[in-house]
């Protein structure tokens, strides 16, 4: 039985029909800086159990993991080139590729660059032990971020003396091995984790070739102090571009790649490696200090699918610190907890960028530039115990961004360039622990989130940053619940408004995204997640999301179109997702989840609609557990009844032609079936 998600209160469960009563511990969460119980978090916050929730996945996308988590909406999982598209609370939608407004950390490191940019392509999610995922504007935590925080929890702790060896098999041409062995004796404890995926594509040109190691050995040194080393390392020489087809290519043959997508054959091909460092004294005074540091780099080269200036390319030095002291004292005969910090990051890339013609011969460089960002951010945040069962947090944050270009082509003239940005973000909230079962909460925060490089272009083709471009700033108010309805429903509630100022949109022209500020908008929404332990064998998921996110001021001024009013292009107003999950005491499992999204819009003006969905998926297995050896067999069936779906929706593509001519449709898989084999030792 699983009820990480919601097991958020201290609570003592007798359940009606199990053979004992069922203690949930408290869940413990690090995303918010300060190690407190879920319980006493003024925010929206989930925890989903890596294991339970891969188990007899494929194991292809980090989305099998986070479907699950309401306010989430995921894209993209079939195009490796692209990259898997996620949003928070519609923060994230705008990306054509990767991830946008929020903060991703990976055992405390971040993924995400001092302009903003996340790639989610580097974790192994063989490895991925617990996700806690922070939703709403959150820069008081880790600065330029409106959407949330994800953070990622690699390997099981404690480490076991373990090892395991996993083939997966499916269709269209899906194969996956993976190996991975752990240990711990005394005070020391390492593990690695091995994985090679290749996969041909439901699509022409959407092939991938990935391999990932991951790896950490940790010493346990006196006196309450620890120290632990990370290693990671990518190397992908394929992951292929399809490209976004038109409605009437969809219809014709959706299995198809866009004419300059296989004429070029678009795609990309990267390697990077990364190594951290993480230094924990817990008798350090009377408080607790954490310190990281880390460097990675990434080569990286992309040949976009269309003519024109689409060959990229990027050498990349990604490195920082982080520092935190948390401090318990005494204020006013209550318990507090002081919690201050700083965090450094800078990003060195060497980036070039060539125009091919339609047969991909390459014609002339039009960029060869370095770019270089710099933040650093000062944060302090206060934990007081009001009373027995009201806990206030209050914190600010100070961040200071700096990004800089400088221009090596100079034959068109020298288009250097510098943007700096300071801002600061504040929040408080209220935990109150209502009956021993239920806890409601209140929070009010603000944010920003800045321009990233590939934002910053500038389409008057000036070169250089776009000056007209400012950071989006946001507001947000909230109001939530966590706990447990009746001795078998646990639940998890969220009511929220965010106002943004200057909300960065994209739009397309001659082939490439540009990006331009929205006078206002406005997300009012609704999250609830519920599950429901049925029997001991037996568990029921539900989580639902209403997003009435909409502009408030905006004239879209490529299509000379007053768009207030309209909704924010690429959300549904309602996504679903549920599942029934069966365990037996034999080691059976099986597995029906179904997602659900209401129609929604492929641009600003609200002229294309795309019609609701609903994928259903299937999977099931058998574990035999022995004294010292396991052996799981596992399968499963993806879009059960085969439905025509839109796995991918390039809002604003295209915009500078008929809305017929227009490519935002990149089209999912009919159904697939896959296998795999798991032994353990």
Known sequence: MKLLRFSALPLFLPLAGFSDSITLDPVMV????????????????????????????????????????????????????????????????????????????VDGFPETLPDGQSQLDSIDLFTVDRLTVLRGPSSLFYGNATGGVIDITTFAAPLAESASATLLAGSDGYRQANVQASDQRDQQHHAFSLTALADDGDRAQSEVRKYL?????????????AVTLYMSAMDTPMA???????RQQVRDNPRQATRFASQLDAGQD????????????????????NARAFISQ???????????????????????????????????????RLLVGLDADRQEDARGRRAVNPLGDITAQTANEDQHATATGLFLQLDSQMTERLMLTVGGRADRLRMRIEDHLLDDGDDSGRRDFEERSYSAGLAWQATRTHTLYSTVSSA?????????????????????????????????????????????????????????????????TFYQNAGETRRDGFELGLEHATTDRLTLALSWTWSDFRFREFVD??????????????LPEHHLYGQVEWQADNGLFAAVEGLFSSPRYAENTNTTRVGSEMIVNLRLGKEWQG??????????????????????????????????????????PGSGVYAGVSVGW
């Open 627 to 668: 004294a010292q050896q396991s052996l799981t067999l596992f399968g499963g069936v993806t879009n059960l009844f085969d439905r025509d779906y839109i796995s991918n929706l390039r809002i604003n593509a295209n915009s500078d032609r008929p809305v017929a001519a227009r490519g935002y449709f990149e089209p999912g």
């Open 298 to 336: 990434r080569d990286f080269r992309q040949q976009l699918p269309f003519p024109g200036s689409s060959l990229i390319n990027y050498d990349r030095l990604f490195y920082g610190a982080r520092l935190d002291y948390t401090l318990p004292l005494s204020l006013f005969q209550r318990p507090n």
């Open 448 to 512: 920003f989130e800045s321009p990233t490089f590939t934002e910053l272009a500038n389409p008057s083709g000036a070169g250089g940053f776009n000056p007209a471009l400012e950071p989006q700033t946001a507001l947000n108010l909230e109001v939530g619940a966590r706990g447990a309805l009746t001795e078998r429903l646990f639940y998890e509630a969220a009511l929220f408004r965010v106002d943004v100022e200057d909300e960065i949109t994209p739009y397309e022209l001659g082939g490439r």
């Open 240 to 246: 292929n571009d399809p490209g976004g087809l038109t």
């Open 270 to 289: 990267v390697d990077q490696q990364r190594l951290g460092f993480h230094y924990r004294d817990e008798s350090l005074g009377r408080g607790m200090l």
């Open 213 to 225: 190691l991951t790896g950490q050995a940790g010493w346990q040194l006196p006196d309450d102090r």
């Open 30 to 105: 690090t995303s918010t800086r300060m190690e407190r119980p879920l319980a006493d978090t003024p925010a929206a916050l989930t925890v989903v159990d890596g294991h339970d929730a891969q188990q007899g996945q494929p194991r292809l996308q980090l989305d099998e993991s986070l479907n699950r988590v309401p306010g989430l909406y995921l894209q993209n999982r079939y195009n490796f080139a692209q990259g898997l598209r996620l949003s928070s609370r519609g923060f994230g939608a705008r990306a054509p590729f990767g991830v946008r407004g929020l903060r991703l950390n």
């Open 557 to 570: 001024t490529q299509q000379n179109t007053d768009v207030s009013g309209n909704r924010l292009p690429g």
